[in-house]
């Protein structure tokens, strides 16, 4: 069984860090390229970052640029993808998905693995 599990969320205050974790069970991310997405109240959801298991390539929002960072664990058998976020606005509090596509694709699209969510609010 395919799962995507997020953490890390929570509540922080404005210009501070956070970092998301996705860690997947019954695939290898090797074979993936995996992204992170965020639905905040009212809104679409919006892709953040995304990259490729395979060959490492990055991918991000102009939100993003400059303030998030998506890395991968390369310890053997690590199925972990982080998002780490700095100097977090109330503009990013949303709900932050992870998903898992084919390699082929810049990003995972809604017909992909997708995790539950976590929810990162952003408050002073």
């Known amino acids: 069984q395919i799962q995507l599990v997020e953490s890390g969320g929570g509540s922080v205050q404005p210009g501070g860090p956070l970092r998301l974790s996705c860690v997947a069970s019954g695939i290898s991310f090797n074979y993936y390229v995996i992204g992170w997405f965020r639905q905040a109240p009212g809104k679409e959801r919006e892709e953040v970052s995304c990259i490729n298991g395979d060959n490492g390539r990055t991918v991000y929002a102009e939100s993003a640029k400059g303030r998030f960072t998506i890395s991968r664990d390369n310890a053997k058998n690590k199925n972990t993808v982080y998002l780490h976020m700095n100097n977090l606005k109330s503009d990013d509090t949303a709900v932050y998905y992870c998903?898992?596509?084919?390699?082929?694709?810049?990003?995972?699209?809604?017909?992909?693995?997708w995790g539950q969510g976590t929810q990162v609010t952003v408050s002073s």
């Open positions: 998903a898992a596509g084919p390699l082929l694709r810049r990003c995972p699209t809604a017909d992909d693995f």
